[in-house]
């Protein structure tokens, strides 16, 4: 019975131990924001230290994902990618949705706002290079965090998702790059095309659009495996976005 408890006890420390944020790896966190819980997958990038601060990318899973651990977010996207061993210079935040509710609910998004300025405090995170994007429902989601919230990010980049375009005024000012399959049966190519148009019509010179030829609803595994997608982002700052005086 000893051993046991002391076994016991040997594998709970490991359990914690292994949870914490630790350069090169991705783990599993939670964080209590005004009573309500949001948990999230956290990497950061083998560079990582406390005296260099690097971009911050918020990313937001799909439907599929609510249901299920917190592990089941890293099924597709960029925590996908990092359990498969691709490095990445930015600390990646990835909460899990309820499944109940969705990413583009004010709830939700207000938790999101939370887990990003608790983030940027608690970490060494450059404010100025905070980045976006979401798959599928995280696509909603990335679109309406970016609408009511522009000022805070660097650059948003939706998935095979959807946004209103009466929003288009409010992300003119902001480098998005929208991606869709043209074969998704999920959600309608049309929609990430409304969102492009309503916004170059608007007048905003910085959103560009991929359209991925047949390709169905899992167009995350082309956008997130382009290699210009992360020049890009590199490119970008929160600073530089502001309409002028």
């Known amino acids: ?40 997958l956290l990497y950061l990038p083998a560079n990582y230290s406390a005296t260099s601060k690097v971009p911050l990318m918020l990313f937001l899973h799909g439907r599929g994902e609510s249901q299920g651990p917190l592990s089941v977010v890293a099924k597709w996207g960029l925590p996908a990618r990092v359990e498969h061993g691709y490095a990445y210079p930015f600390v990646i935040a990835s909460p899990q949705c309820p499944t109940n509710e969705f990413w583009d609910q004010a709830n939700q998004q207000q938790l999101l706002l939370g887990l990003l300025d608790h983030l940027v405090k608690t970490m060494s995170i450059d404010a100025d290079r905070v980045y976006l994007t979401g798959l599928s429902m995280g696509g909603y989601g990335s679109w309406r965090l970016a609408a009511d919230h522009p000022e805070r990010f660097a650059a948003v980049v939706p998935i095979c998702g959807a946004g209103n375009p009466a929003d288009a005024e409010k992300l003119k000012q902001l480098p998005i790059w929208a991606f869709h399959g043209n074969e998704d049966r999920v959600v ?7 969102m492009v148009e309503a916004i170059t019509k608007s007048g905003g010179a910085k959103v560009r659009f991929t359209i991925l030829e047949h390709i169905g609803h899992h167009s995350w595994d082309a956008a997130y495996a382009s290699p210009d997608l992360y020049e890009w982002l590199a490119r970008q700052t929160a600073s530089q976005n502001k309409l002028p005086k």
């Open 188 to 194: 309608p190519l049309q929609k990430s095309q409304e």
């Open 1 to 40: 019975m000893h051993n046991y408890v002391i076994l016991s006890f040997i594998l709970a420390a490991t359990r914690l131990l292994a949870a914490d944020p630790t350069p090169g790896k991705q783990v599993e966190q939670t964080l209590k924001l005004e009573g309500k819980e949001i948990s999230y």
